[in-house]
């Protein structure tokens, strides 16, 4: 096993096993000869659990993060062009491609026995911001599936460039207000994002939950009226007893007298 490939089983891990699997990767690579990947697996950071959750969205779900990035771009491009329609057009498909991995998060994070804070879907929004709207490092972290910070960021497209020429401060004012208008769109649409999965599977926690006491009743019916029936059967079985006795005896009876009968 190479560095590379340690490292990749690392963060493809669960975030609870991350400890212990660094140091036996680490070890696996010592006891190969392979002191530096050894010493570069030891150095991996471990990462937070909204990075965490981003790393696994990106290695289970890569169509998600290419959404959000292509949804970026064409909203950079709306804001250098100063088309106001276009500029709404692809700042709200950006806000829904954002929230399609925000929802991925919160699903893998439920699947890992932890439920998704509207704090925690903020802190997550601006992680990803941060992550799809620059190209160095931490973009190629994030599609590789190793981040490990959070990062906070500004509202996106607030250092958008500026406005074309003839538009004059106005223009730049009023690129900047809407700048400004879809940021905070954006932060409360995640907010809503995160509590309509939370409200989602709370929702489904209770069916599940009226859908066993339901099932407990139906056994307790089912167990009762068993019972019931095995009562039933037995003094049934008692009274063909008592009935094939007596039946018994009249046998006897009539042979004792059709004897009799003969001897006459």
């Given at each position: 096993m190479t560095a590379n490939e340690a490292l990749e089983r690392l963060y493809a891990a669960p975030l609870e096993d991350f400890v212990v699997m660094r140091g036996t990767l680490a070890a696996g690579l010592r006891t190969s000869g392979d002191m530096s990947g050894a010493r570069d697996v030891l150095a991996?950071?471990?990462?937070s659990r909204m990075s965490w959750a981003l790393n696994q969205v990106a290695r289970r779900y890569p169509e998600a993060l290419r959404a959000a990035l292509g949804a970026h771009a064409a909203a950079i491009r709306a804001q250098s062009a100063g088309d106001g329609?276009?500029?709404r057009d692809t700042a709200r498909a950006f806000r829904d491609r954002l929230g399609d991995v925000i929802k991925r998060c919160a699903e893998t994070l439920a699947d890992a026995g932890a439920n998704l804070s509207p704090s925690q879907a903020r802190k997550l929004g601006e992680t990803l911001r941060a992550a799809v709207s620059?190209?160095?490092?931490l973009r190629k972290r994030l599609l590789v599936g190793r981040l490990v910070d959070d990062v906070e960021v500004e509202p996106p497209f607030a250092s958008a460039p500026d406005a074309p020429a003839g538009r004059g401060q106005e223009g730049d004012v009023k690129a900047k207000a809407s700048a400004s208008g879809i940021a905070r769109a954006l932060e409360a649409e995640q907010v809503r994002e995160a509590q309509r999965v939370k409200e989602a599977?709370?929702?489904?926690?209770?069916?599940?939950r009226r859908t066993v006491v339901a099932l407990e009743e139906e056994a307790r019916g089912a167990r009762e009226a068993a019972h019931q029936a095995e009562a039933a059967a037995e003094r049934a079985r008692a009274e063909a007893d008592r009935k094939g006795r007596m039946a018994a005896r009249a046998e006897e009876r009539l042979a004792i007298a059709r004897e009799a009968l003969s001897k006459m």
């Open positions: 991996a950071k471990k990462p329609e276009a500029m620059e190209t160095g490092e599977r709370e929702r489904a926690i209770g069916e599940a």
